[in-house]
Each structure stands twice: as C-alpha cells, then as structure tokens.
C-alpha cells in the first residue's frame, strides 16, 4: 500500500504563504454560503475568492457591491478577513498559540519573524502581542470617533452607527479599503470628523508596527531612532505631502471631483487622495473622472506604498529609498552606500532591486494582459493592475465587468504583491550561502 505525504513546509516564508492560501480558501468558502449574500442562494465562485482574497490581503478592490451583495453575515466574514490579514496569518496564528499554550517553539518564532520582519528571535513574542495591542487600541480610539460622528451628525442608530465606526475603522488601519457605502466615503467628502480618522489611521497602519513601537518608546529622542525608522518617517512625509499637493493641484479645477468643493473641502478632499494610495482603497472623490495625470501620479504612490512589517502593500518606502541613495551614490562616484551616517549592507542592495524588477514584471506583464484582451486603455489598465498588486483597492470602476479570467489574474496578483516583497526578501535574507571560491572576474559594458 502507497501512502502519501504531503510535502513539509521548511522555509518560515512557505509557511506565510500556506497560511495566506488557507485564509483565502477558509474566506472563499464561507462566503459562499448561502447565509452570507443578501440576496436568495450562494455568492459564485469566482465572486467569493475574489472578495476573500481582497479582504485577507487587505486590498479593497471588490466586483460586488459590498453594502449591497453581502448580508450582515458576509460582512462581518470580510470584517474578519480584513483583521486577519492585517495582524498576518502567521502572527495571528502565534498569537493563538500564546493563547492556548502559553508556549512559543522556535518553528512558531521563526514564521513570525519571518512575518513580523523581527530581528531577532528572543524578541518575537514581545513583537506578536504588541501588534495585536497596538493594532486593536489605533483601531478602537478610530472606531469610538466615527461612531460618535456617524450617530450625531447622521442620526445614525447607536447599534448601526458602532458598526459603521468599527468596521471603517479596522478597514482603515489595515489599510483595506473596503467600506459599507457603495460609493466609498465620496459622501463624507467634505467632513473633517469622517476624512480625518479614517486618513490618519492609514497612515499610521501604513508607517509599520517596527515604526511604531519605537515611537512609542522614543518619540521624544529622534536622534535615538533605528536606520528603519528614520528612513520610514523621512520617505513616508514626503510622499504624503508630495501626493496630496499633486493631487489636489491637477484635481483642483476638474468639474468632475474638486472642482465644485470650496477652497477647504479641495485641501481635504485632496489630501484624502493624496493618503490613500499609501495602500488603502477608500475614495471620496470619483476615482475614474480624475484626471489622467492624476491616475499615473497615483499609480507611482500605489507601487511604493507603505513601510514593511505593517499592513500596507507595494514594494514599500525603504526599499524605495535604498535604490535612490544606491543611484544618489553611483552618481556621486562613492564605494559606499550611506544613509543618516549609516553605511548599507551590500545584500540590501541586491535584495531592494530583486524586488523592485520582480514587482515591475509582475505588473507590466498583468497590464499587457489587460491591454491585449480587453478594450480599456492603457491608463486603466495600469492603474488597476497596480493597484491590485499594491493591495490599494482604488479602481477607475472596471473591475466589476472584467472577464473572470482577467478577475482571477488580479486574484493573483492581490496574492503575490501581499505576499511577494515579503517572502522574496526573507527568503533571500536565510539563502546566503558561502562561496569557497570566486570565479575570475569580467565587466561587461553597462549604458
């Protein structure tokens, strides 16, 4: 009699990945079920992975309307989806290891570090709770302010308006994007209590929990902070106040978004937009009358994203950074690569441009798809399937009515750029291998 193993998953970045696929399947399944759709029988196949796989990647980008698809059941499944994807399938699952044993083997620590981007193996049970601490206080202060906004300001029902808080909350700081209006929060457009809590908890999910820990420790000593740190900070405010100033200025007279607002409303509205591309799908502005300079801006903020070890998506700040200070050096003529006083490993080098050409191929090849087999413009076609690989969710509103082919390749694409920078650059970091010997050394002609 044959028996048959199942293959062993040795790698900590096959386990995140096992773990990512089982979520997804977990999510496709019970939103299929007929109790989940608000409507008589089950949600499709196609239907329910494309939600579940968005809501575990903490995407946004959906093919059903979500207030109206889903029941209450659906949502709070996507809701659930949405948590875990945030903390990380494999620090949730440690955190239930915590839990239940109160024991933490060193399989456990190693998927988690991998996960977490922990240094060092002593310290990632510290790091796996105060993620889940972290995460469900910047959530809850977030979910009290807009329940409060929602039930005195929109005579929202208490029971109503805590949901609303709570679920665009925990969307918000995992930078997911879903939202239980079908026009996103254009309606709140102009509401600073409404703009203002969802922006800033994106920002914070989107600068890491490495970020945020050492905050909270060192805030008041800059000069204190980590090489990680100060890279995230410096990179993360100028995209923020780069986006939201391109956004708003080339925004600012188009009749179709800014331009009937007054002169607050355009700085919020515009600021709103410049936040979200940092890898949350909210809009508050129609995302598909903007102005095409404007999609190709935002396609540039959505491919770099937000910083590692957090709940945003893209190839992220720091390694955004690195390549520049590699070419800043290459210009200026320097062995080394220096950033704030700190000179970089070279493996960081290589690593920052393993991911970077990877994600690009990614998209490019996914945009060519789009190109050659639908009708939708090039501007289109870019801006989704970047958006798809970032896990932004903003869409120019095609999404719905693609083939369910071209559905399933941005299924994968939500999949790989969730989890590809992530498991590249770990897998990367434990493959270094030692080489007795070099082979003789040749320069071939470059430029």
Request: charge should be positive.
């Amino acid at each position: 009699m044959v028996t048959r193993r199942w293959p062993r998953l040795k790698h900590p970045a096959q386990v995140v990945v096992a773990g990512f696929a089982t979520a997804v399947a977990v999510g496709t399944g019970l939103l299929m079920l007929p109790v989940a759709k608000a409507g008589p029988g089950g949600a499709g196949v196609v239907d329910a992975l494309f939600t579940s796989t968005s809501a575990v990647c903490v995407t946004g980008l959906i093919v059903v309307d979500t207030p109206g698809y889903w029941s209450g059941f659906g949502q709070a499944v996507i809701l659930a989806l949405i948590q875990v994807g945030g903390f990380g399938i494999m620090t949730f699952a440690s955190l239930l290891v915590l839990l239940l044993s109160h024991r933490f083997g060193l399989k456990a620590r190693l998927t988690a570090a991998a996960e977490t981007k922990t240094l060092g193996l002593g310290d990632v049970r510290s790091v796996v709770t105060g993620v889940v601490k972290v995460s469900l206080l910047l959530e809850a202060v977030t979910a009290l302010v807009l329940t409060l906004r929602f039930a005195t300001a929109y005579d929202e029902p208490w029971p109503r308006a805590v949901w609303l808080g709570v679920f665009h909350a925990v969307s918000a700081f995992n930078n997911a994007g879903f939202a239980l209006y079908s026009d996103s929060l254009i309606g709140f457009a102009s509401d600073p209590w409404i703009c203002l809590p969802v922006a800033l908890a994106v920002i914070a999910g989107g600068l890491g929990f490495p970020v945020l820990f050492e905050l909270r420790r060192r805030w008041s000593r800059p000069g204190s902070w980590s090489l990680h740190t100060k890279i995230v900070l410096w990179a993360s405010g100028i995209f923020l106040v780069g986006g939201s100033a391109f956004v708003t200025v080339i925004e600012w007279s188009n009749p179709a978004t800014l331009g009937p607002m007054d002169a607050p409303g355009k700085l919020l509205a515009g600021f709103f937009q410049g936040v979200m591309p940092r890898t949350a799908g909210f809009n508050s502005v129609d995302t598909s009358q903007m102005n095409p300079a404007s999609w190709l801006g935002t396609d540039v903020l959505m491919f770099v994203g937000g910083a590692s070890a957090g709940t945003a998506g893209g190839i992220k700040v720091t390694t955004f950074a690195v390549l520049f200070f590699v070419i800043y050096a290459e210009i200026r003529g320097e062995g080394a690569v220096n950033i704030f006083h700190r000179r970089l490993h070279g493996d960081l080098q290589r690593q920052a441009l393993t991911v970077v050409l990877l994600s690009v191929a990614a998209v490019a090849v996914s945009t060519l798809a789009f190109v050659v087999f639908t009708d939708h413009s090039l501007d289109q076609s870019l801006f989704e399937t970047t958006s798809a690989f970032a896990t932004v969710g903003l869409s120019t509103g095609i999404t719905a009515g693609l083939h369910p082919g071209l559905q399933l390749l941005l299924v994968a694409l939500m999949f790989i750029g969730r989890l590809g920078p992530i498991t590249v650059a770990s897998a990367l970091a434990l493959r270094a291998r030692v080489r007795l010997y070099d082979l003789p050394e040749e320069r071939p002609v470059i430029g």
